[in-house]
T-cell receptor, first 112, second 112 residues
Framework: NAGVTQTPKFRVLKTGQSMTLLCAQD?????MYWYRQDPGMGLRLIHY???????AKGEVPDGYNVSRLKKQNFLLGLESAAPSQTSVYFC???????????FGPGTRLTVT | GDSVTQMEGPVTLSEEAFLTINCTYT??????LFWYVQYPGEGLQLLLK?????DKGSNKGFEATYRKETTSFHLEKGSVQVSDSAVYFC???????????FGKGTSLLVTP
């Protein structure tokens, strides 16, 4: 059982470039989440989804877009990367909002 | 709103020392409570959880008791090992909304 997987693991972008981070889960979970983790800031929720075809903004959504076309996948897009988006990005999933989330291994993104 | 406060680190202990990491939560409702652990370079893993008052979660020698009267969920371990060096996150389920509320994390370093 793979759980939650993320691709890529590492990426370096130049300012203004775009990219998409892919998250996949094989646990048939309804809820999926994207977080960013920065030193001293803990985890901050970017966007989340409560089911296929639905997405919503979290705490820090600016500069990001998401899509949930299939239940098992949750994509995070950066249309025009900025150095402030240098971070480690984690995807997570859960079967409901009030029980434990399962996390992917993370994507380390550097924007120069 | 719902929130979690945990002690700031870093915490440095010698091997076999006793560990306590404090966590308090906002007292609205009776949320499920969680401790997650993040080893270097990895994603978050669920360490233990408790779903109601006076429940004790335990795993890998770690324990935490859900204390409604003090709105606390402190993490303890009687004898830490070098392999316990990690960042520990306390989290609570939301009363409303769709994602867990995480504390900022406490870094633990155990030295031989």
């Amino acid at each position: 059982n793979a759980g939650v997987t993320q691709t890529p693991k590492f990426r370096v972008l130049k300012t203004g470039q775009s990219m998409t981070l892919l998250c996949a889960q094989d646990m048939n979970h309804e809820y999926m989440y994207w977080y960013r983790q920065d030193p001293g800031m803990g985890l901050r929720l970017i966007h989340y989804s409560v089911g296929e075809g639905t997405t919503a903004k979290g705490e820090v959504p600016d500069g990001y877009n998401v899509s949930r076309l299939k239940k098992q996948n949750f994509l995070l897009g950066l249309e025009s990367a900025a150095p402030s988006q240098t971070s480690v990005y984690f995807c997570a999933s859960s079967s409901t909002a009030t029980i434990e989330q399962y996390f992917g291994p993370g994507t380390r993104l550097t924007v120069t | 709103g719902d929130s979690v406060t945990q002690m700031e680190g870093p915490v440095t202990l010698s091997e076999e020392a006793f560990l306590t990491i404090n966590c308090t939560y906002t007292a609205t409702g009776y949320p499920s409570l969680f401790w997650y652990v993040q080893y270097p370079g990895e994603g978050l893993q669920l360490l233990l959880k408790a779903t109601k008052a006076d429940d004790k979660g335990s795993n890998k020698g770690f324990e935490a008791t859900y204390r409604k009267e003090t709105t606390s969920f402190h993490l303890e371990k009687g004898s830490v090992q070098v392999s316990d060096s990690a960042v520990y996150f306390c989290a609570r389920a939301p009363n409303s909304g769709y994602a867990l509320n995480f504390g900022k994390g406490t870094s633990l370093l155990v030295t031989p």
